[in-house]
């Protein structure tokens, strides 16, 4: 497995490679590890009065120096990274390298704010979904270190092509999560009691229009229709899974099911836009936002 981590010497990068140096198992038997630093391009117009060559070794001077602090914090030792320093801009960059190497991921740090309060990806990491394929996973800076080898992960589903992507990716790449992994389909439905507060009106004039027990009996249906195909998958793969079943708003339900339960979510996303909402979707984009857990998204 090729694992692309892009480092620019901030306490993202720094919480990217703590969290690999300690999760070791979740790199395959011989991982490649490639580090990358993005050092901004010069612009074309005022290319042509400076020597190429010597803005070059500038460039790659300053990204040695990145490599340089980093080793000097976190201990690499076991891992062999290779270090390349690249020029453009760093998104795009990113994106591109992980391409030319077919990197089969790229690992990142995000600073996870409520996605009221702004973008919680961040430029760079919105760039970087928007632009490659390649699976991307998000390291938060208070995600916390793992002190086991064991992983526990939940791939969330809701029925649509891109949770079929993100479930078919983790059993093509099931050495990542190591060997002692144990997984679990993760599907939301709502509550009875929203039914009830979204009808208020209803309710107050001619009761409710169904029944607790109609209503709790449509949903695990619609739960069951939701995680069947990636069931079918794991079963078909020689894999175990569970199926579970969480009740609520789905983005708070499973972000809150993840802190308490996972070492990792993993979700699919359309991968369209060059914005969070519209990268991830709404609903993905708030678990991401309010999770400590690791996510692993996976374009369709």
Same mark, same amino acid.
């Given at each position: 497995?090729?694992?692309?981590?892009?480092?620019?010497?901030?306490?993202? /990068?720094?919480?990217?490679?703590?969290?690999?140096? !300690?999760?070791?198992?979740?790199?395959?038997?011989?991982?490649?590890?490639?580090?990358?630093?993005?050092?901004?391009?010069?612009?074309?117009?005022? %290319?042509?009065?400076?020597?190429?060559?010597?803005?070059?070794?500038?460039?790659?001077?300053?990204?040695?120096?990145?490599?340089?602090?980093?080793?000097?914090?976190?201990?690499?030792?076991?891992?062999?990274?290779?270090?390349?320093?690249?020029?453009?801009?760093?998104?795009?960059?990113?994106?591109?390298?992980?391409?030319?190497?077919?990197?089969?991921?790229?690992?990142?740090?995000?600073?996870?704010?409520? &996605?009221?309060?702004?973008?919680?990806?961040?430029?760079?990491?919105?760039?970087?979904?928007?632009?490659?394929?390649?699976?991307?996973?998000?390291?938060?800076?208070?995600?916390?270190?793992?002190?086991? /080898?064991?992983?526990?992960?939940?791939? !969330?589903?809701?029925?649509?092509?891109?949770?079929? !992507?993100?479930?078919?990716?983790?059993?093509?790449?099931?050495?990542?999560?190591?060997?002692?992994?144990?997984?679990?389909?993760?599907?939301?439905? &709502?509550?009875?009691?929203?039914?009830? /507060?979204?009808?208020?009106?209803?309710?107050?004039?001619?009761? &409710?229009?169904?029944?607790?027990?109609?209503?709790?009996?449509?949903?695990?249906?619609?739960?069951?229709?939701?995680?069947?195909?990636?069931?079918?998958?794991?079963?078909?793969?020689?894999?175990?899974?569970? !199926?579970?079943?969480?009740?609520?708003?789905?983005?708070?339900?499973?972000?809150?099911?993840?802190?308490?339960?996972?070492?990792?979510?993993? %979700?699919?996303?359309?991968?369209?836009?060059?914005?969070? /909402?519209?990268?991830?979707?709404?609903?993905?984009?708030?678990?991401?936002?309010?999770?400590?857990?690791?996510?692993?998204?996976?374009?369709?």
């Amino acid at each position: 497995m090729r694992i692309l981590v892009p480092v620019d010497g901030s306490n993202h /990068s720094r919480k990217v490679l703590q969290f690999l140096a !300690a999760r070791r198992t979740l790199l395959g038997s011989s991982p490649t590890i490639d580090l990358v630093n993005v050092q901004h391009s010069v612009p074309a117009a005022v %290319m042509q009065f400076l020597d190429l060559q010597a803005v070059r070794s500038a460039s790659e001077a300053e990204g040695r120096k990145v490599f340089d602090a980093i080793k000097a914090d976190v201990d690499l030792s076991g891992l062999e990274p290779e270090e390349k320093v690249i020029l453009g801009d760093a998104g795009t960059a990113i994106a591109e390298e992980a391409d030319r190497t077919e990197a089969d991921l790229i690992v990142m740090g995000t600073r996870g704010l409520n &996605p009221v309060k702004g973008l919680f990806l961040g430029s760079v990491s919105t760039s970087v979904l928007a632009h490659t394929k390649t699976p991307l996973l998000l390291i938060r800076n208070d995600t916390p270190v793992p002190e086991t /080898s064991d992983v526990k992960v939940g791939i !969330a589903v809701d029925g649509s092509e891109n949770g079929i !992507a993100a479930v078919e990716y983790v059993l093509s790449n099931a050495e990542f999560f190591g060997p002692n992994a144990t997984f679990e389909i993760i599907h939301a439905t &709502p509550a009875y009691h929203t039914l009830l /507060s979204t009808s208020a009106y209803m309710v107050d004039t001619i009761g &409710p229009l169904v029944t607790e027990k109609e209503f709790n009996d449509g949903q695990e249906k619609l739960f069951e229709e939701a995680v069947g195909p990636a069931v079918d998958l794991f079963r078909a793969a020689g894999l175990p899974c569970e !199926a579970r079943h969480l009740t609520g708003d789905a983005a708070v339900a499973i972000a809150e099911y993840a802190d308490k339960n996972l070492d990792m979510l993993v %979700m699919g996303s359309h991968g369209r836009g060059n914005f969070s /909402s519209a990268v991830m979707g709404s609903t993905a984009m708030h678990i991401a936002a309010e999770t400590k857990a690791p996510i692993l998204i996976v374009r369709k």
